[in-house]
């Protein structure tokens, strides 16, 4: 399974799953997670996948610079 980290509230993340948040407790998330990265679920802890968040991070500044270009 995979999803994005929404925000962190309290000992929850929120994570988008498949378009639907869902409220997961921080003991099950790696202490490496941050908030916008991609992560995949590995034996009942959520990780960051490296490259997923690199890709999403540079398709995210292409739209950005596309909107902000004079």
Do not use: H, P, Q
């Amino acid at each position: 399974m995979k999803g994005i980290v929404d925000r962190f509230e309290g000992e929850y993340a929120v994570i988008e799953v498949d378009g639907k948040t869902r409220d997961v407790k921080r003991k099950l998330i790696a202490d490496s997670v941050r908030v916008s990265d991609v992560v995949i679920l590995n034996n009942g802890i959520w990780e960051r996948d490296s490259d997923e968040t690199d890709k999403r991070k540079k398709e995210v500044k292409k739209l950005m610079d596309s909107v902000w270009e004079d």
